[in-house]
């Protein structure tokens, strides 16, 4: 069961998440701490699948092994421990941080995922195409015609 539990600082919030251990979350009120903290090596995380339950962007300390994830949300933060960097081993932080319900899930969001990349690249395509046509080709024509 995850437990939840209220900081004011972020030197209080960095501390527990860690004191707390894995699968449990320290939230950071953004009226306390309206920036990220300046004493931990974060990198941004906005992988689709880390972004959900409302955050706004996700960041991860920057190391390997244990790491503190951070995510924002528009009135607050939410830090956690998680064992495994996905940055640095993605099959790892699967096996070991994120829950077997997301796992389950993933073959349906990629389905998901490759239709709408293939419907952004068909529109980019059709426009690539256009562009080519009326910037290159119509010019090339005149010329070749005047």
Not at 44 to 58: C, E, K
Not at 94 to 117: E, G, W
Not at 132 to 146: A, E, H, S
């Amino acid at each position: 069961m995850v437990e939840t539990y209220e900081a004011a600082g972020w030197d209080e919030a960095l501390a527990r998440a860690r004191q707390v251990g894995y699968g449990n979350r320290v939230v950071v009120p953004k009226a306390a701490e309206p920036s990220l903290p300046e004493s931990v090596d974060l990198r941004p995380s906005n992988f689709p699948w880390s972004i959900h339950g409302g955050a706004v962007r996700v960041y991860r300390e920057d190391s390997p092994g244990e790491h503190l994830q951070l995510k924002e949300f528009r009135d607050r933060w939410t830090l956690s421990l998680d064992r495994v960097n996905p940055h640095y081993q993605p099959f790892g932080h699967a096996r070991n941080d994120v829950p077997a319900a997301a796992l389950a899930s993933l073959p349906l969001f990629a389905a998901t995922q490759s239709v709408r990349l293939a419907g952004g690249l068909s529109a980019a395509a059709i426009e690539k195409q256009g562009s080519l046509v009326n910037d290159g080709l119509v010019p090339l024509v005149g010329r070749i015609l005047i």
